[in-house]
């Protein structure tokens, strides 16, 4: 398998631009769903732990089970509620209210214009008269910005109806509720200040989908993907190599084998222009299973060490990227 490095400085760096638009390590919480983007979840919490985080995000109960030992408080976004001290569960519907277990903490989520998921604000009395009637703990009130990546005033009315979604849930009488509706690109875009908290997610690794007017912080990559070299051997000119047999050698040349492939979560790729690594070094024909074919003969290559651009060779986002990366990966700190 090939193997990844975490780049501990880079990830410190990154949340310490947050820190200083959020003024707090307090009111940001690491997400860490998806194996912490493929970082590695138990790797990441460490980190953030280290770093003097006291919040995260997580997909599933699972993972935040694991993490338990780094964090004060844990959001679960896509599990039932239950009753645990250190975690709190989002609500994205009238039915989850109903699963929810008798005085778990909860946080709703309230649809502000993605549709994707949480319940309308037309339903928002009814699910606070359901949450008072279950007992749950009302720790938080959510949302989800449906374009923040994008340049579009929609983030300002989403913002707007989230205001009278605040104004509902103080008039019906809950106190000490958070609310929160920022990702990565809400905090690169606007004034952190005022935020209870901030699900922050790509941002920390590393990455900004935003278009170039909103670079507003310096980010730096948190993974680089290697691949060791497994043989060497030479081809003469009109051979061919790998899988279809698709490259053909253009004269004698000296290739390496290198440990990347499928189970590794790398993609086949769909493009016929072959990958090139961060070193300029173009993949020779297909990956074939788990190997790749370089014109190199150094012990260890580096793939990529920034998804953004690999993502763009690849047609696809940095999330994509380095979500797929496979977590029996071998994963070092350096
Ligand atoms: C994944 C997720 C985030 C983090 O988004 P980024 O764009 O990676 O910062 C925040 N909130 C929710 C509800 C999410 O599902």
Not at 133 to 145: A, R, S
Request: glycine share 8%.
């Amino acid at each position: 398998m090939a193997f990844i490095k975490i780049n501990k400085e880079n990830f410190f760096h990154n949340l310490s631009q947050f820190v200083k638009k959020t003024g707090s390590k307090k009111s940001i919480g690491i997400v860490l769903k998806d194996n912490a983007y493929g970082h590695g979840l138990e790797l990441m919490a460490q980190l953030s732990q280290e770093f003097g985080l006291t919040q995260a995000v997580v997909r599933t109960y699972n993972e935040a089970e694991i993490i338990k030992p780094y964090f004060e408080e844990i959001l679960v976004l896509g599990d039932s509620a239950i009753v645990d001290e250190q975690c709190s569960f989002s609500l994205n519907s009238l039915e989850d209210i109903t699963n929810a277990q008798v005085g778990s903490t909860v946080e709703l989520k309230v649809d502000t214009g993605m549709h994707r998921n949480g319940i309308a604000f037309e339903e928002l009395e009814i699910a606070l008269q359901l949450i008072k009637e279950k007992d749950l703990i009302l720790k938080g009130v959510m949302t989800h910005n449906r374009s923040a990546d994008e340049l579009s005033s929609e983030l300002f009315w989403q913002t707007k109806v989230f205001e009278d979604v605040k104004k509902t849930v103080k008039d019906v009488g809950f106190k000490n509720v958070r609310f929160h509706a920022f990702n990565s690109a809400s905090a690169l875009r606007l004034p952190c200040y005022n935020e209870d908290f901030i699900r922050l997610g790509i941002g920390a690794y590393g990455y900004s989908e935003l278009p170039d007017i909103y670079e507003t912080l310096d980010l730096k990559p948190v993974l680089s993907l290697w691949a060791n070299k497994v043989s060497t051997r030479k081809v003469n000119q009109g051979q061919r190599i790998g899988y279809g047999g698709t490259y053909i050698a253009p004269k004698d040349m000296s290739i390496s084998t290198y440990n990347l492939g499928y189970g590794d979560g790398w993609m086949r790729s769909s493009s016929l222009a072959s990958f090139v690594t961060t070193n300029k070094l173009p993949f020779l024909g297909r990956v074939s299973m788990d190997y790749i074919s370089i014109e190199s003969t150094k012990e260890e290559i580096c793939i990529f060490d920034d998804a953004l651009s690999a993502g763009k060779q690849l047609g696809t986002i940095s999330y994509e990227i380095t979500t797929q990366l496979h977590s029996d990966i071998n994963r070092v700190v350096v």
